[in-house]
């Protein structure tokens, strides 16, 4: 509980030296989204009425529940999209450490030839099982059912 506490005031210092949240009828909302970084800031545990933050709250936790942990390797692990929630989405792992933070970061191939992936916010690495991966281990993730 003191590590939520601790994440919502962080949460809540991002949010004041920044602009408030778009509302939920702006035209932001719907902008593409790019793949290689979709950070969502957690907002304020108790958002004042009217800001917005009452909405981010909903929409993050409506999105991180789209993910499910996956093991992709002995003490390898990383969140993928549920088999409901995937749609045309390419396979992806999301960073574990990220999402406890309150971001979603698609981990990313750090080496190119080797198994080796890598946060882009966070910089923690993972190596995946050959089974994980696409090609029986050369290519990036599969998605795991």
């Known amino acids: ?9 962080r949460a809540e210092t991002a949010l004041a030296n920044s602009s408030a949240p778009p509302p939920p ?10 793949q290689d970084s979709l950070a969502t800031s957690l907002p304020p545990r108790n958002p ?3 800001s917005g933050a009452l ?5 993050w936790e409506t999105e991180k529940q789209k993910y499910e942990l996956k093991a992709l390797g002995p003490n390898v692990f990383a969140y993928m999209l549920r088999q409901d929630a ?6 992806h792992w999301v960073c574990v450490r990220c999402l406890h933070d309150g971001h979603l970061e698609i981990i990313e191939l750090a080496r190119h030839g080797a ?3 890598e946060c ?10 050959p089974a994980a991966c696409a090609d029986a281990g050369r290519g ?4 795991l059912d």
């Open 1 to 9: 509980m003191a590590r939520n506490d601790a994440l919502r005031e």
């Open 25 to 34: 009828n702006s035209s932001r909302v719907n902008a593409p989204v790019r």
């Open 48 to 50: 004042a009425p009217g």
């Open 55 to 59: 909405w981010l709250l909903e929409r």
């Open 86 to 91: 995937r749609g045309s989405a390419p396979p």
């Open 115 to 117: 198994r080796k992936y």
């Open 120 to 129: 882009p916010r966070c910089k923690a690495t993972i190596e995946p099982s």
């Open 140 to 143: 990036g993730p599969k998605w």
